[in-house]
């Protein structure tokens, strides 16, 4: 069965960066879409960045951002190793949110996306 597992999360002042991980096992990942999809308290959740299934252990496919990140965030992925990861810098106490990964044949909207991870905590103080 599909496991993540997210990583790395905390608390971190305004301007600051975070990077965040995900862990996944029981799949071959090269073969799979992985996000990053964050839910703030009292909002849906949301896209933040996701990566396409790329052949092999290639990880040089494109990747989609929410434009509420692009040139703050960055998402890489390492197939062989299983992982995916998001750089986070400049970080905006609206980032603060529960942080997940999921994976998918696709990237899709998160009501589509078929396996989560747990979830970890970012919080943003100003």
């Known amino acids: 069965q599909v496991q993540l597992v997210e990583s790395g999360g905390g608390l971190v002042q305004s301007g600051g960066s975070l990077k965040l991980s995900c862990t996944a096992s029981r799949f071959t990942l090269a073969h799979y879409a992985i996000g990053w999809f964050r839910q703030a308290p009292g909002k849906q959740r949301e896209g933040v960045a996701c990566?396409?299934?790329?052949?092999?252990?290639?990880?040089?496919?494109?990747?989609d951002y929410a434009d509420s990140v692009k040139g703050r965030f960055t998402m890489s992925r390492d197939n062989a190793k299983k992982m995916a990861y998001l750089q986070m810098n400049d970080l905006k106490p609206e980032d603060t949110a529960v942080y997940f990964c999921?994976?998918?044949?696709?990237?899709?909207?998160?009501?589509?996306?078929?396996?989560w991870g747990q979830g970890t905590q970012v919080t943003v103080s100003s």
């Open positions: 999921a994976t998918d044949i696709n990237c899709r909207a998160p009501e589509d996306m078929g396996y």
């Open positions: 990566s396409d299934s790329s052949d092999g252990d290639s990880n040089d496919g494109p990747i």
